[in-house]
C-alpha cells in the first residue's frame, strides 16, 4: 500500500512518450533535466516523478517511478530502467535541496476500493478486444501476458504500450484517475483499431480474391515498369501517365474529348520509351491538356459601366460601341430572367472593323475585351499565307503543332476570350493552301462550336468566342468570309474629332513617353487644330500623335537645356516654329484654275481622298482619240471613253478637237473604280467650253452613255476627305442622299450637298457660268 502523504520528488519532463503504472521502460537520459532529476534522484532512494509534457504546460497527473538500474549506451548517452508504481497529482514546485533539477511535490492518488462489477467487466472486454487485435496482427503469444493481469486499473494501464494510442490519448489516460471511466476509454480506442484492422482485413482479402479490374491494372503497371528497368528505358514513364491522368480529370474537357485523351493515354503506356511515337504522344497530350477545357471568364454585365469604359478609351466610334452593348444587353436580360447563355450552334459573334489605318480598330479589341471583363488575345493575319497556321499541321509530320486558334486559346486561359484577327484582308494563299478558306468554318456561326483542328482532331467549341476581325479594305476580303460577318465601317475622323482625340488621348500619352508633366506643358485647342489641319491629313490619327510627340520633344529639348522655364504654353504661333511650314493646304481653287480640271472624291486604303482629273486637247492627227495616264485600273479607263463619248455627244465643241489626253495625279498611285465617271466628265466639258470648275466643288458618282448618274460607295469617307481638303459642296448620285445620314452633324451642317440624276445637272451646278467664265478668261 503506497504513501498517502505529500512528498516531494524531482520532476523528469517527458515529451514524446508516456509512463503508465506498472509500466518498465528505459529511458536515455538526452536532456539536462532528465539528467539532473535522475541525479536528484538518489536522495528520495531513487524515486522520482514522471510528468508529460503537452504543448506549454505539464499534465495534471505525473507517475511515480522507481529507477531499477543504470546504465551507459556505447556512444555514452546514459540511461536508467524505471518501473511506474502509482499516479501522483502534480502540485507546487518547492527548492532544490541541491543541484539543478526541479522538484515538485505530489500527493499519491489511492487506487481505489475493491473494483466493480462494471470495472470487471469493462476489463474482460478490454482483454477480449486486445486479444483479438494481437491475433489479426500476428502476435498471439503476446495475449498470454494479459492473461496474468487481474486488476482492472492494471488492464487498463497497460494501454500505455500500444502503438496505436497518441501522445496525447495517452496524457488523457493518465489524468483520468477513476478506473471505469479509464477503462471505457481503453476499450473505446481499442475497438476503433479493431475497427481499422477490420477494415484493412476486408479490402485485403477484396484484393486476394477478386482482383478486380483496377488491381489487375497495377499489378501489370508494375510488371511493365520492371521491364521497362530491365530495358533500361527512363524509369519516370508510369508517373507521367499518372500525372496525365490527374490532369484529365482537373481538366473539364466534354465527354468526347476526354475519350481521344484516353485513348491516347493507353496508348502511351503501351508505347516503348526508345520509340519515336511516345514522344509524339506525350507532345499531343501535353498541349491537349493545356487547353482552357473547363475555364471561362464571367461578363461584367454592367451596361451602363461598358459603356464608360469604351467612351473613356476611344472617342466616337459610336456604331462599333452600341453593337458591344447590344450583346452585352442580351446576355444581361437573358441572366435576369433566368434563361440559359446562348452557346452552341449559330450563338458565336463575328464582327468586322472595316476603315483606313489609325482609327482604333485594333485598340477597340483590348477595350472591348476590358469592358466585358474578358480575356484579350490577339491574331495578326497579314501576310500569313500556310492554311496550317489556322488549323495546324496534321500529326503525320515531323514538329507538328496545333494553330494559331489553338494556341492562342492557350494563351488566352479561358474559352471565351475576345478574339482579334487583326488585318484580315492581307492574307495570302499559294501553293501551301488558302488561309482564308480555313477561316470560314472559325468565323461562321453555324459551325464554330465544332471547329476541328488538324493536330488535335478533337472538337473545339468556339462558339463563346466574341471573335473581332479588322481590315482596311472589303474589296479583297474574299466573299464567302465576309457574309460570314458583321461589317461596321469606321470611315475616320472629322477636324473636331481629331482634335478632341489628342487632347484626351493622344497628349497625355505623349507627354508621359517624352518625360513631361501635365502641368509643365499645356497646348491649345487652336495649336492642336493647326497639327490637324496643316501637317496631317488622314482618316485616322497616327500621323496627328507622331506631329504631336515631335512638337514635344522640342518643348523637351528647351527645358532641358534651360532655354525655358515651366509651365510652357504652347500655341498656333509654336507649332509653326517647332514643326516648320505647313505640309497640306486648300489647293482646291489654284489646281481648279483653268479649264479642264475638275475635283474629284475617291476612296483608297488609307481612307477618303481628294482627286484632281486633268483634261486636255491634243492637235489633231494619227493616234488614239484618248490618251489616259495615271496608272487607271480597267474600270477607270472605260468609265473615261464613257465621259468622252457623252461630252462628244452633247457638248458643242468650237474648236473642233478630236484628241484628248486625260491624267489622274499622282501618277505613282494605282487607280480603279467607276466613281470618276462625272468628275471626267466635268473635266472634258470643262475643257470644250473653256469654263473652269468651281473651287469650292467636289463631285463623285458613276455615268452611263445616256447621261445618267449611278450611286457609289464610300459617301462618308469621301465627303470626310472633301471636309479636310476645305470643299463646301459635294454632287453626289441622288440615290446616295440616304448615305448623307452616316456623315457626322457637324460635316453636314458645313457642306452644301447636291442630289443628281443627270450629268446636266452636274454641269449645272460645277461649271461656272458663261458671263464669269468670260471675264476670267
Known amino acids: 500500500m503506497p504513501d498517502l502523504k505529500t512528498t516531494t520528488l524531482p520532476l523528469l519532463p517527458t515529451a514524446n512518450g508516456v509512463v503508465l503504472p506498472g509500466m518498465v521502460v528505459t529511458i536515455a537520459l538526452e536532456s539536462v533535466d532528465a539528467r539532473a532529476a535522475a541525479a536528484a534522484s538518489e536522495l528520495c532512494a531513487g524515486r522520482l516523478v514522471l510528468v508529460p509534457r503537452v504543448d506549454d504546460r505539464f499534465a495534471t497527473v505525473g507517475t511515480i517511478a522507481q529507477i531499477e538500474d543504470r546504465g551507459e549506451l556505447p556512444g555514452g548517452m546514459k540511461v536508467v530502467v524505471i518501473r511506474g508504481i502509482e499516479r501522483g497529482l502534480i502540485g507546487n514546485g518547492v527548492a532544490a535541496p541541491s543541484g539543478s533539477a526541479t522538484w515538485v511535490q505530489v500527493d499519491p492518488l489511492p487506487t481505489g476500493e475493491e473494483p466493480s462489477g462494471r470495472a470487471r467487466e469493462l476489463a474482460r472486454e478490454y482483454r477480449a478486444v486486445i486479444e483479438n487485435i494481437l491475433d489479426q496482427r500476428g502476435a498471439s503469444q503476446m495475449a498470454e501476458l494479459f492473461r496474468g493481469i487481474t486488476d482492472p486499473g492494471a488492464m487498463a494501464d497497460t494501454a500505455g504500450y500500444s502503438p496505436d494510442l497518441t501522445f496525447e490519448q495517452k496524457v488523457e489516460l493518465l489524468e483520468t484517475v477513476d478506473v471505469e471511466q479509464r477503462l471505457e476509454k481503453a476499450v473505446t480506442w481499442a475497438n476503433d483499431v479493431l475497427a481499422d484492422l477490420a477494415l484493412k482485413k476486408r479490402i485485403h482479402e477484396e484484393v486476394t480474391d477478386g482482383l478486380e479490374k483496377t488491381q489487375r491494372e497495377f499489378l501489370l503497371r508494375q510488371q511493365m515498369a520492371a521491364i521497362r528497368k530491365e530495358l533500361g528505358e527512363d524509369a519516370d514513364g508510369e508517373g507521367a501517365v499518372e500525372e496525365y491522368r490527374r490532369k484529365l480529370e482537373e481538366s473539364?474537357?466534354?465527354?468526347?474529348?476526354?475519350?481521344?485523351?484516353?485513348?491516347?493515354?493507353?496508348?502511351?503506356?503501351?508505347?516503348?520509351?526508345?520509340?519515336?511515337?511516345?514522344?509524339?504522344?506525350?507532345?499531343?497530350?501535353?498541349?491537349?491538356?493545356?487547353?482552357?477545357?473547363?475555364?471561362?471568364?464571367?461578363?461584367q454585365l454592367d451596361v451602363t459601366e461598358a459603356r464608360v469604359v469604351l467612351d473613356a478609351d476611344h472617342t466616337g466610334l459610336d456604331d462599333v460601341k452600341d453593337r458591344i452593348i447590344e450583346y452585352l444587353a442580351v446576355r444581361k436580360l437573358r441572366a435576369e430572367r433566368g434563361l440559359p447563355a446562348v452557346s452552341g450552334r449559330g450563338s458565336g459573334a463575328i464582327v468586322a472593323l472595316v476603315g483606313p489605318p489609325g482609327v482604333g480598330k485594333t485598340s477597340l479589341g483590348e477595350s472591348v475585351a476590358r469592358a466585358l471583363g474578358r480575356k484579350f488575345v490577339r491574331m495578326a493575319l497579314g501576310g500569313v499565307r500556310d492554311e496550317a497556321e489556322i488549323r495546324g499541321h496534321r500529326r503525320t509530320y515531323v514538329g507538328a503543332q496545333p494553330g494559331r486558334i489553338v494556341r492562342a486559346l492557350r494563351e488566352a486561359g479561358a474559352m471565351n476570350p475576345v478574339f482579334l484577327l487583326d488585318e484580315v484582308d492581307k492574307l495570302g494563299s499559294d501553293w501551301r493552301g488558302d488561309p482564308s478558306s480555313a477561316l470560314l468554318e472559325v468565323l461562321d456561326p453555324a459551325q464554330n462550336h465544332t471547329f476541328r483542328d488538324h493536330y488535335l482532331e478533337v472538337d473545339l467549341d468556339l462558339s463563346d468566342v466574341l471573335f473581332i476581325a479588322t481590315a482596311n479594305v472589303i474589296e479583297t476580303i474574299p466573299g464567302p468570309l465576309l457574309d460570314r460577318m458583321e461589317v461596321i465601317p469606321l470611315d475616320g475622323y472629322t477636324e473636331e474629332e481629331k482634335v478632341a482625340i489628342a487632347r484626351d488621348h493622344l497628349l497625355a500619352r505623349q507627354l508621359e513617353r517624352n518625360g513631361l508633366g501635365a502641368e509643365e506643358v499645356s497646348v491649345t485647342d487652336g495649336a492642336l487644330r493647326a497639327v490637324v489641319a496643316d501637317y496631317t491629313r488622314e482618316a485616322g490619327v497616327r500621323n496627328l500623335e507622331r506631329e504631336l510627340g515631335k512638337a514635344l520633344r522640342k518643348v523637351a529639348t528647351r527645358l532641358a537645356s534651360g532655354e525655358a522655364t515651366a509651365p510652357v504654353a504652347v500655341d498656333v504661333d509654336d507649332i509653326r516654329a517647332f514643326l516648320g511650314r505647313a505640309r497640306f493646304f486648300f489647293e482646291a481653287a489654284d489646281r481648279t484654275s483653268v479649264p479642264g480640271v475638275a475635283t474629284g472624291l475617291a476612296v483608297t486604303g488609307a481612307g477618303g481622298d481628294v482627286l484632281f482629273i486633268e483634261a486636255t486637247a491634243l492637235p489633231n492627227g494619227e493616234g488614239p482619240r484618248l490618251v489616259l495616264t495615271g496608272q487607271l485600273g480597267d474600270v477607270m479607263k472605260e468609265s473615261a471613253e464613257i465621259a468622252l463619248s457623252w461630252v462628244r455627244s452633247h457638248v458643242e465643241d468650237d474648236a473642233g478637237a478630236s484628241r484628248f489626253h486625260v491624267h489622274v495625279p499622282a501618277g505613282a498611285v494605282p487607280k480603279d473604280g467607276p466613281s470618276a465617271g462625272i468628275t471626267m466628265s466635268t473635266a472634258l466639258a470643262s475643257l470644250l467650253t473653256q469654263r473652269p470648275v468651281r473651287s469650292r466643288v467636289g463631285m463623285t458618282g458613276e455615268v452611263t452613255l445616256q447621261g445618267r448618274v449611278l450611286p457609289i460607295g464610300g459617301v462618308k469617307q469621301k465627303v470626310l476627305a472633301a471636309h479636310r481638303a476645305g470643299l463646301r459642296e459635294v454632287i453626289l448620285p441622288a440615290r446616295n442622299g440616304p448615305?448623307?445620314?452616316?456623315?457626322?452633324?457637324?460635316?453636314?451642317?458645313?457642306?452644301?450637298?447636291?442630289?443628281?440624276d443627270e450629268m446636266s445637272q452636274v454641269l449645272a451646278l460645277a461649271l461656272e457660268p458663261v458671263a464669269e467664265a468670260a471675264q476670267a478668261a
Open 252 to 299: 473539364g474537357a466534354p465527354d468526347e474529348v476526354r475519350s481521344s485523351i484516353e485513348r491516347e493515354i493507353g496508348r502511351l503506356e503501351r508505347t516503348s520509351e526508345q520509340s519515336p511515337e511516345h514522344g509524339w504522344i506525350r507532345t499531343w497530350l501535353d498541349t491537349v491538356l493545356e487547353i482552357p477545357w473547363g475555364t471561362r471568364t464571367e461578363d
Open 739 to 756: 448615305d448623307l445620314d452616316d456623315v457626322p452633324e457637324a460635316v453636314r451642317d458645313d457642306i452644301t450637298f447636291h442630289l443628281v
